[in-house]
T-cell receptor, first 113, second 114 residues
Framework: GEDVEQSLFLSVREGDSSVINCTYTDSSSTYLYWYKQEPGAGLQLLTYIFSNMDMKQDQRLTVLLNKKDKHLSLRIADTQTGDSAIYFCAESMTTDSWGKFQFGAGTQVVVTP | NAGVTQTPKFQVLKTGQSMTLQCAQDMNHEYMSWYRQDPGMGLRLIHYSVGAGITDQGEVPNGYNVSRSTTEDFPLRLLSAAPSQTSVYFC?????????????FGPGTRLTVL
């Protein structure tokens, strides 16, 4: 089956940029997503990118997609303590009426003062 | 809109007991799904539904049943709880191809089976 892989942990100083990386295996992915999960909460959709795009920027978030290498990254500029959370990469294929989602294991981001 | 709601938030069961986890959404979304989250394993799809009256199995369906009699509700039933079903369960909904990509998640139910 398809796999989505992420590094498990990232530590970053407040004010620095964070970069979270993800690799996926299914070249037919249509959309790729980044979700954020704060402690004790559900997943919150942060942003997504369509597979024919290379980059998407949304305020402090920048998503880069390298389709050739099947690599997705999320850059958070000026990281704040409120950005401490688990970040999940996910992919979906919409070749049929149901877009099935495949999630990575999540990257724990810890922001230190 | 309340979004996706789940009840209960916490539950402790004994092995062999049955229970139903409730999920409801008020966004008129076609698609609903159930995931379980275990440490280091991300989210794994249990069952999903593409509309009222239509359900299908995901990656880890054994020990769970679902039904979808209305657009709003998608309950998950544990028939005979086992310790391996100790997990955090998330319900999610999405509008399908007619709407924006991505899923909306509920706050989760933390289940412990003793």
């Amino acid at each position: 089956g398809e796999d989505v892989e992420q590094s498990l942990f990232l530590s970053v100083r407040e004010g620095d940029s964070s970069v979270i990386n993800c690799t996926y295996t299914d070249s037919s992915s249509t959309y790729l997503y980044w979700y954020k999960q704060e402690p004790g909460a559900g997943l919150q959709l942060l942003t997504y990118i369509f597979s024919n795009m290379d980059m998407k920027q949304d305020q402090r978030l920048t998503v880069l997609l390298n389709k050739k290498d099947k690599h997705l990254s999320l850059r958070i500029a000026d990281t704040q303590t409120g950005d401490s959370a688990i970040y999940f990469c996910a992919e979906s294929m919409t070749t049929d009426s149901w877009g099935k989602f495949q999630f990575g294991a999540g990257t724990q981001v810890v922001v230190t003062p | 809109n309340a979004g996706v709601t789940q009840t209960p938030k916490f539950q402790v069961l004994k092995t062999g007991q049955s229970m139903t986890l409730q999920c409801a959404q008020d966004m008129n979304h076609e698609y609903m799904s159930w995931y379980r989250q275990d440490p280091g394993m991300g989210l794994r799809l249990i069952h999903y539904s593409v509309g009222a009256g239509i359900t299908d199995q995901g990656e880890v369906p054994n020990g769970y049943n679902v039904s979808r009699s209305t657009t709003e509700d998608f309950p998950l039933r544990l028939l005979s709880a086992a310790p391996s079903q100790t997990s955090v369960y998330f319900c999610a909904s999405s509008p399908g191809l007619a709407g924006a990509p991505g899923q909306f998640f509920g706050p989760g139910t933390r289940l412990t089976v003793l």
